[in-house]
């Protein structure tokens, strides 16, 4: 445990020291930033009113933001230390593969969780000094989400870094993947449908399988229980799961993708040529 908690606090200290770190906090902290500029908790728009308003817009934002900057960012830990040579060098401590993996994990998730976390604090506390009531359920629901989002993302970017013989390579997949998961959100489900070659349960199925339109879907369910805005797709969603259940569906399902990524990247990291 003592080298996995050092491992990780030596990657907090690499990432703090990043550009990529500084550019991540400002991004999520200027949105919050931006939204209370223009008022947009002053605003009510389709029964959207006060700090639930932002935080339905900070939360989408967030959703097309932060997987493409986790990933991009992870899938370089793996693969760039294997090109810098660090391999070598970690050869020859008294530290295990098993620590050294998790520990970047554990690291890399603290220093990607915290910023976007505090970013939703800091909204809460001007909330709180403007007199603007808070949606608690909303903040620890949208808290749990973010949380379950940087979890999938990071698993699976950890197991991309670990296939990936070179940064460029890594790099290439990662954004290729979240590509390939904002092209499967509703659009392509809608035109599956209408097509009609297969049914509404099978299309929702490979809907509900990504990430991406879990969480969106499940952000939308706080304040459309019906999910009205999903159409004849909802009746599937409902039937199957409920709100409640759809609401935890989306936590567990990307908390369990990304362990199962980790676990996968480890196994190719100690069984891959690390020098």
Known sequence: MSQLWLTAKLDIVESLRSRWFLIYTL???????????????????????????????YI?????????????????????????????????LPV?????????????????????????VAAVLIALVRSIPVPWNIFGYYTALIAAMCACFLG?????????????????AAFLIWLTLLLFLDL????????????????????????????????????????????????VILDAFGVTGYQIFALAYPILLGSLCAAFGYLAFRRGDLP
Do not use: H
Request: glycine share 10%.
């Open 96 to 120: 295990s593969l098993s620590a050294w993996f998790w520990g970047k994990i554990l690291g890399r998730y603290l220093v990607i969780f915290l910023p976007v976390f505090a970013a939703m």
């Open 60 to 92: 989408q934002l967030t959703m097309a933001i932060l997987p493409i900057f986790v990933l991009i960012t992870t899938v370089r830990s793996v693969a760039g230390d294997r090109e810098a040579g660090v391999y070598e060098y970690l050869l020859s």
């Open 27 to 57: 991004v999520f902290g200027g949105i919050v930033a931006l939204l209370f500029l223009f008022g947009l908790t002053e605003s009510r728009v389709l029964g959207f009113i006060g700090l639930s308003r932002l935080l339905v817009t």
């Open 156 to 172: 699976i970017g950890m197991l991309v870094s670990a296939l990936a013989r070179s940064t460029d390579m890594a790099q290439g």
């Open 188 to 235: 392509i489900l809608l035109g599956v449908m209408i097509q009609g070659k297969i049914s509404p349960e099978t299309a929702v199925s490979i809907a509900l399988a990504n990430p991406l339109q879990d969480f969106r879907t499940a952000a939308l369910s706080l304040f459309d229980p019906q999910l009205i805005v999903l159409g004849p797709s909802a009746y």
